[in-house]
Structures are given as C-alpha cells and as structure tokens.
C-alpha cells in the first residue's frame, strides 16, 4: 500500500490550498480515506473522511463549512479542497486508509497558513 500527498503550500489566511493522495497497491474503491493533520507539537487530528462510493463524508467541527473531502475512484486518488484558511489549520496533512485491519499514512504535505 502506497498513499502519496501532494499540493501543500504557503497561504495567506482566507485562502485556499487543494491536496491530493495517489493511492496504490489495493482496491482503492474497496476502502474508505480519511486525511489527517497533525501541527508540530500537538497530536494528530483526525479532519475528514469518505466512505467508498462518495455517498458519505464526514468532518471535523474545526473544519466543517471549510473543508470539502473527495476521491475519483477511476484515477485512485482522494482530493481534500480547504477554502477560507485560517492559521490554525498550519500542519503536515496525511492520507489515510485502513487495509485489511492495518492503518497506512502517506508521508504527508506541509500546509502552512501565514500573512
């Protein structure tokens, strides 16, 4: 299994960044994602999640209204689209997925919020 993060940057705050995951090395449409954050210091959050099939997706309140979660199951890649950025939301961003009872991280994206 292979999760790969890009699109990370530096943003004014009120901006916008949109992240991708590559996904590799399992039935993508099989497996629900999740992207993950975590800011230096801190723990990781959890920040946003998709079932299967696109049908549902699921946020954390600090992002709710901001965040928008996607996947294109014909290209396995999974989308994150953070609108109105604040400089809370600075931290490495992680792609996420559990495969056969084991959870699989990317190496992440550096999100930086910063006038």
């Known amino acids: 299994v292979q999760l790969v993060e890009s699109g990370g940057g530096v943003v004014q705050p009120g901006g916008s960044l949109r992240l991708s995951c590559v996904a590799s090395?399992?039935?993508?449409?099989?497996?629900?994602m999740s992207w993950v954050r975590q800011a230096p210091g801190t723990a990781p959050e959890w920040v946003s999640g998709?079932?299967?099939?696109?049908?549902?997706?699921y946020y954390a309140d600090s992002v709710k209204g901001r965040f928008t979660i996607s996947r294109d199951n014909t290209r396995n890649t999974a989308q994150l689209q953070m609108n109105l950025l604040e400089p809370e939301d600075t931290a490495v961003y992680y792609c996420n997925t559990n495969w056969e009872g084991r959870d699989f991280w990317g190496r992440g994206t550096l999100v930086t919020v910063s006038s």
């Open positions: 998709i079932n299967r099939r696109s049908t549902s997706s």
């Open positions: 090395g399992f039935i993508f449409s099989d497996e629900r």
